[in-house]
Every structure is written in C-alpha cells, then in structure tokens.
C-alpha cells in the first residue's frame, strides 16, 4: 500500500438462486480475478453464497448445509490468494438465524458479522450475546462489533454494515441487497455519500444482482465506492454476467481528514480481528486531478460559485463598513481584474452607481504598453470612475532620499513601487471615504510572493481564497458570461492571454513583457498543486511528489517537480509573517491562509525536515 493507497473492489456474481455451488464457482472466478488485478478488499452482495430471495428455503437445513460446505471450499481454494474478502450466507447459531457477512483472508475465515435485519426468517443481532461461533470448521468471533485491522498496514480497519455501526473503521463494507425501482438509484448514491462523509470514511456498496428472483422485486446489481463522500466508483446496473469493478483508494487522505474531524469519530468498544495482507508494488490506476482546487463534475458552474462568494462577501463588508466608496489598483492583469469584476458584481446587487467604483492605474517603469491600455478600456467599459496617477516621478524621488542608485535593478526598486501605489490607494481612501479593495490572490499568499507593506495591504482582500490557476480559468469564463458589454468581454480576453507579471523591470527592447513571474518561482500549475494537499491534507514531500508525477504526466517530469516543490517549501515557510497580519477576505474552498481561522502556523517555523526529505529523493 504505497503511499496509503488500498485498491478495493465490489464484485457482482451471476446468482443461481439456492444453488450454492453454481455460485462457489462464480465467486471463485471473481476472487482469481481479484487476485490478478492485486486488490486488497473485495466486497460481494448481501447473501452471496445462496441469493438473498430464498424466503422460507433459508429454514430448510439442505440449504443452510449447503451454504457452510461451499464457505469451507472457498477457505481452502483461497489459501494461494491475496486480498481480503467478505460473502453473505445464513448462519444458524444458538436457536436463531441470523443474516451474515464472514471475512476472509489467505484461506482463513476470520470472523463473522450478523446484520441487524428484521427481514423473515432472521433474527435482528442488536441484542445478540453470541461472541463465538463455530462455522466451516473453525471456530472464529461473531457480532457486530468486529472490526478488522490489518497487521502490516495499521490504516487499513474494516468494519461491515450491519444497521447499528460503532466499530468506527475506516473502510465500510455495506453487502446489500435492496430492490431496485424508479428513482432509488440516485437516492442510494446520496445515502451512501452523505454517510461516508459524515462518518469520514470509505463505504463499499454491493447490491445484490439479476439472480434474484422477480416475483415482486427486481435487484439491478449496483455497486458503489464513496471516499469521504465523494464518489469514486459505480457500476453498470442490470447486468446479465459477473462483474468486478474496482478503484484505488487514499487512506491517509481519510486520516487526515479524521485527525481534523475528531468529532465525528464515536469512541466505542470494539473487538479487533488481526490480519495480513501481502506488499504489492503496482502502479496508480487512480486519477490524480492536476487542478485539486476545482470539485469534480461542472467547472462552470463551480467557477461560478466562487464569484457569487466573493460578490455576497464584498456586499457584506460594505454594509457593515458603511463606505461610500471602493478603490482599486487596475494593472491590466488578472488578478485586478477580477478584484475589479467582483466589486462591480457587489455595487450592482447592492443598487450602487458603479460611478463609486474608483479605479487607478498607476503606470511606473515595467508598465507596457498593453497593459496600460486595457486596464484604460475595461474602466472605461464598466462605468466606473478611473483615474491615472503615474508613479515614476514619485518613485525616484524617493530612490534619491533613500540614497538608492535607480540603475540597480534589485528588491529595493521593485518594492519601491509597489508600496507608493498602496499609499496612493490607501490615501485616496481616506479622500473618498471608500475601502481598498486587495487583488492578491491565494497563490501569492502561499509563495510570499507581495510586498510586505505594498500589495500585501489593503481594507478587504476579495481574492485572498482563490489560487492563480483558478483566477486565469475565471476571467475567461466571466468574459463569456454576456454580463459585460462586448468591448469589455474583449478586453477581459486579451487579459486572460497576457503573460504573469508583477510589471516592476522595464520591458524588453520591443515594449513587450520582460518580467514574467513563472520564470522566477515556478509554474502556478505545480505551485497550487503543492498548495492543495500541503494545507489540506498535510502529505508528506515524497507523497506530494508521487501524486504530482501521476497529475502530470508528459508535462513535468520528476526532477523538475522536485525543484520547484523545494522552491515552494522554502517560500511557504520564510513568508509565514506576511500571512500572520494579511486582511480580511473570504474562504471560497476547502484551503485558507488567514491567520483567523484557515491556517495557523508560528512566523519562526523552519522547513528543514521537508527540504530534507526532498534531498533524499533527487
């Protein structure tokens, strides 16, 4: 399990109803095939060994003999497999029948769990005092406190469904075997993605297949795998052969999310059954998304949502703030362009003259000639008020009392400009009894990549939740959204094409961009990437590595992911006091850098550990 990752399967056999062997031989071939494809827990319906309608056949004692001969077979022919399994049968113990699920692993039958069922004829195990039973020959636990931990792989718990949990694993096996009809697919999917991420854990759905009589009911054979609720897996129904489906899952990622979620963890008494499983080296067949930031399904409409957030967060600042005004830095770029959409978006669902929005471009010595302009035409378009303050004059003046030679073009003259433009926003505030509007983003928080003082401050900072790879996607989509004049959806595009650059080196010969930001700390692809699951989740470097090798493929190759994940890790530590006194702004997703409520972390922390088992992986 490299890395935390288990592969689980749900494996639907074509029933023979009541023929117990008919249906050893489908579960043998679903067990090989299980082995061959080097899964770790395989989960088949409820009652998989005899079919879940036999009614009043489950009372007849060929049947219930039939089903504990088959299940002693299956122990010996799966003494050579690996993976973990669990099947359904009657048992018959103590006077009472109960409805079962036995687990097995390397040809021992580790233990049995009855499920608290009411369905005629079996008894209901909430109050069953049984802890032992004898079955195929081995005496084993049984109840429904069981939970399975396997040895070498202390993550791996599995516990089965059984109507009253409190084994608490992580991994939950759910053999079914509900009856199909209009509407309960999607309703099945919700129950088991809600519960999976309440409990924060992994369920394993296995619904009982076309085998099963139809005398009154139709069962579809649907299976289901949620991590933490998300769907990672789900079969075709209603088909007429065996299937085996099955899916890599991160078991630190559930760790983690345990470890940040311990209220809902229930402390409880539980019997854990010991078990192995055999190392396998294989590789990820799990997708890796290169964009964690963004849910899995619409992009749109998950774009979207971050807008209306930023949009109702700006409208209540300022009606708690009770300005009249917002002012912002309009650099011709995309983070300023989206600061400056938002406040439009927050004046017009407020009843606002966008005439309020005042806008300031400030053009100093990187300012190109293209930049310029369109931060002109897109004020312009939008109907604010703008006003152009340049700041060059202002600047070597101040290089001159400082004492600073104009032609050394280091950190001093970059800085330099920043902060005279965040005294002009910030005294023009005061002038118009408005608020700065901030358009750093969460990339750039991340990295310390602001001038501590400058674009670092501002009275409310509307992109402070979103990384740079989100915002590049959002301007396109707004500019297409037709809620702009046409000349403003295309200047919002020539923007979303203009190269990264904080615009504080002359350009080049030819007037075009010199200082492009990917080149000096890295793609923000990688960047937000390393940001994700540091903050979210906490991964170790050789993880994060791992999971970016497979993310992007044919795009990055290793040694470069672990130059620039060093790059990251060295920043991210080092600038951990800007982020101890940035702004308010609002949480948009899952990570957050305020000092608040999304991330805490002490200014003198050091990254020598990470860095160092970054070293020993090059």
Known sequence: MEYGFTRLAVGIPRLALADCGQNLEE?????EEADTADIDVLTLPELSLTGTTCGDLFLQT?????????????LVHTRKFRPLFAVGLPVKTGGRLFNCVALLAGGVLLGVVPKSCDKNPFSSAQKCDIEEITLAGETVPFGADLRFQCENFPMLTIGVETGNNTSNPVILLNPAADPEQVGTRDLRKNLVSTGSLRRRDVTVYAGAGMGESSTDQVFAGHGLIAECGTIQLETERFQTDSLLAYCDIDL??????RLRNPRSQRCSTVRNVPFSLAPSARPLIRKVSPMPFLPEGSQDIHLEEIFAIQIAALRRRFEAANSKTAILGISGGLDSTLALLVTVGAFDCMGKNRGDIIGVTM??????????????RLMESLGITWHEIPITKSVLQH??????????????YENAQARERTQILMDLANKEDGLVIGTGNLSELALGFTTYGGDHLSMYAVNCGVPKTIVRLMVPLLAKSGAYPDIASQILRDIAKTPISPELLPPDKSGKIKQRTEDLIGPYALHDFFLYYVLRYGFSPRKIVYLAESAFTGTYERPEIIKWLKRFYRRFFTQQFKRSCMPDGPEVGSVSLSPRGGWHMPSDAVGTAWLGELEGLE
Not at 27 to 31: E, N, Q, T, V
Not at 64 to 70: G, I, N, P
Not at 365 to 375: E, I, S, V
């Open 399 to 412: 290089f001159a009392d400082i004492e600073h030679n104009p032609d050394v073009h280091d950190t001093t």
């Open 363 to 376: 053009p100093g010595f990187g300012t190109t000639d293209k930049t310029y302009k369109n931060a002109l």
């Open 62 to 74: 060929t049947l219930l003999e039939q089903a504990e001969e088959v299940l002693r077979e299956l």
């Open 252 to 257: 630190e990622l559930l760790e983690k999310e």
């Open 27 to 31: 579960h043998k071939r679903l067990i």
